[in-house]
């Protein structure tokens, strides 16, 4: 039972979907400030769904048709380089777009906070199963309390649930034998200060 809770909990929660969830729980707020027409937030949303989630997954089904990696789950660390490679390349390109659309600075700061967990993620991975899981949803937490801290907004329910989150994939992950405690606590870290990071770039 606790095992397909653990599962559910990493798939839900994926890394892939962090992104797009951080633009949906940030328009509301966006376009209060901006007034952004419909067609452009939909424009935002769909360059990060297409350079976080569609290209890292088409890429992944790439590598796995290919045999370079034998498992669409990649549960080897020696097997995550490559997917991670094209996901860095994926986000930075999505990074990008964002910047030439003039995305809000929270976006583009999020998604190039993101592209800078990965890329130190991949380096890290070289040589150590770090948790990407807690990575992106560490940068996310980041990213939502400085939008908060930033735009003065009481944004303390929906922080306060992804640290709670954060704390249930960091089990899920742990319960599944997918890493260890001390890999799930440095993927977070990485992620918040990779998005800090970001903001003072």
Known sequence: MNQKFAHTVSFALHPILMPLYGILLMLGTLNSIYAQPLL????????????????????VVLLRKADIVTSYFIEKRTERTYPLLVTVVSLLIGFLFLRYIKAPHMVSNFMLGTTIAAGLATVITLFWKISIHLAAIGGLTAAICLLSIMYRINYSIPVSMLVLMSGLVGWARVELNAHTIGQVGAGWTLGVVSV??????
């Not at 452009?40 to 890429?59: C, K, R």
């Not at 800090?196 to 770039?201: D, E, G, P, R, V």
Request: hydrophobic share 75%; glycine share 4%.
């Open 40 to 59: 452009y937030n939909v424009i935002m949303v769909s360059i990060i769904a297409m350079f976080t989630i569609i290209i890292p997954a088409f890429g």
């Open 196 to 201: 800090i990071l970001a903001f003072l770039i």
